[in-house]
């Protein structure tokens, strides 16, 4: 099969589209033949170093995958063939009591398909039978398939973070930074569904119009204020009730002061630094606390792709590429000038409309 395979860690240059040996089914497993896959900001980051621990070379990524059963293992069920399905990337063993208190990461057994283990930038990917989601799609429709493949890390993480750790209520205003991400977009639209509302911070002029577009009451361009926590502070009248921060590193001071007294962040990512520093006194004069957002597990994942395929939940996509163009597709995403999720389509499918 054909499969984008990274040999060493470095730029672009270090993964190769060659051809490599399919894989084959372990007993709980089924093999997929990829129709579409999202990109992550991991993808990129694991290209440059090691990540997460346990990711090794050579190493295929892609994390978000929507695919069809082609082949099961020996313990699964043969009428699965043919099933088309969202993967959840999380692979653990299900019985423990990690796995039966939904918090899968901390399971003995966990893994992640495209970081730790093979993803879908490939022809076919083996996962366990048990990861696949089944939705309704035509394997031929590309745009249908690429919205599918938007939603599993985005949608589950968005969905953690806001109703699981942050139980973000109807009634309260919560701030959304980076809503141009693929997380961030998804994170706008659960938090609209919840009846909350919504203020994003943004960068440029073309992000704020979107981001008003994808239903935001309330948007902050960074790059044209001086202090977006003064801002909020104006907007919310003394605060907002929460801030879903997947940002970290340096940002995690301004959300906490960004909220209300009483008020609540939920940390939910690190992509600006894992350390920073804060006064202390913003934390404990006003009551204010941070929140750990925990990973996602089965629940967050099922709950995330009802709401987003089914659901009525929108899903931004801005813009889909050939199997070929992962490189492309990849330099978009570390442009940062995009809006939505990045897609790539299996091998052989194309893209409907604009040509990528
Ligand atoms: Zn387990």
């Not at 497993?29 to 440059?48: F, G, K």
């Not at 939603?151 to 942050?166: I, K, N, Q, S, Y």
């Not at 009483?262 to 202390?280: F, I, K, P, Q, W």
Request: with cysteine; proline share 5%; aromatic share 4%.
């Amino acid at each position: 099969m054909r499969a984008w395979v990274q040999e060493a860690f470095g730029g672009p240059g270090v993964r190769r589209l060659r051809e490599v040996a399919a894989p084959a089914p372990g007993p709980d497993e089924v093999v997929v033949r990829v129709l579409a896959v999202a990109l992550n900001r991991l993808d990129v980051l694991q290209r440059s170093e090691t990540v997460v621990p346990g990711m090794s070379l050579p190493h295929i990524a892609g994390m978000d995958i929507v695919g069809e059963v082609v082949e099961t293992g020996g313990e699964v069920d043969g009428a699965m063939v043919g099933v088309i399905g969202l993967v959840d990337p999380v692979v653990s063993c299900g019985q423990c009591r990690v796995c039966t208190d939904d918090t899968p990461t901390y399971c003995h057994d966990f893994a992640t398909i495209g970081s730790t283990r093979d993803g879908g930038m490939a022809e076919y990917v083996a996962v366990p039978a048990r990861n696949v989601l089944p939705v309704d799609a035509d394997p031929d429709d590309s745009e249908t398939l690429a919205r599918m493949a938007a939603v599993p890390v985005a949608g589950a993480t968005a969905w953690r973070g806001l109703l699981g750790a942050g139980r973000l209520e109807p009634d309260e205003v919560v701030v959304i930074p980076g809503a141009g991400s693929g997380l961030g977009a998804a994170g706008v639209q659960i938090a609209l569904a919840r009846g909350a509302t919504v203020i994003t911070l943004v960068s440029g002029e073309s992000k704020r119009r979107r981001a008003l577009d994808v239903g935001a009451h309330h948007v902050i361009d960074r790059t044209g204020t001086a202090d977006w926590v003064e801002d909020v502070h104006r907007l919310t009248d003394g605060g907002a009730d929460m801030v879903w921060d997947h940002v970290g590193g340096d940002f995690l001071g301004a959300s906490l002061r960004a909220t209300r007294p009483g008020g609540r962040v939920v940390l939910s990512g690190t992509t600006a630094g894992l350390d920073t520093r804060l006064h202390l006194p913003d934390l404990y004069q006003p009551g204010r606390s941070i929140l750990g957002h925990g990973s996602y597990g089965r629940s967050d994942m099922a709950a995330a792709v009802a709401g987003f395929t089914t659901g009525g939940y929108a899903v931004h996509i801005d813009s889909v590429w050939t199997f070929e163009r992962l490189d492309d597709a990849e330099a978009r995403l570390e442009s940062n000038d995009f809006f939505g999720k990045i897609v790539v389509l299996g091998p052989g499918l194309a893209p409907r409309g604009e040509d990528r």
